[in-house]
């Protein structure tokens, strides 16, 4: 299983940016996928996740201005951010749970850089 996320750029403030996860080796419908990041000498912290059924969850600091999702076509889950603030500078990751159930997730990907400027 390998997980590709891409689309991070340096981007302005209040600006938008849409990221990418695209998977291989498996099939995303099936799994939870989850976006976290990690800023700068701070621990890797939760974004927002998707489950196989579709229910969604968020960070608080994201609600209302991030957006999961999933393409099943194209096994290829997108995490949208609008209203773009410097604080959310970090590498993004995307992960993947080989089941719904499991407590934490199996697949990573390798992380892309969002830099937002003030």
């Known amino acids: 299983v390998q997980l590709q996320a891409s689309g991070g750029v340096l981007v302005q403030a209040r600006g938008s940016l849409r990221l990418s996860c695209a998977a291989s080796?498996?099939?995303?419908?099936?799994?939870?996928i989850g976006w976290y990041r990690q800023a700068p000498g701070k621990q890797r912290d939760f974004v927002a996740s998707?489950?196989?059924?579709?229910?969604?969850n968020y960070a608080d600091s994201v609600k209302g201005r991030f957006t999961v999702s999933r393409n099943n076509a194209e096994n290829t889950a997108y995490l949208q951010m609008n209203s773009l603030k410097p604080e959310d500078t970090a590498v993004y990751y995307c992960?993947?749970?080989?089941?719904?159930?499991?407590?934490?997730?199996?697949?990573w990907g390798q992380g892309t850089q969002v830099t937002v400027s003030s």
């Open positions: 998707i489950i196989s059924g579709g229910d969604l």
């Open positions: 992960a993947a749970k080989a089941s719904d159930v499991d407590s934490r997730y199996n697949y």
């Open positions: 080796g498996t099939n995303l419908s099936s799994k939870t």
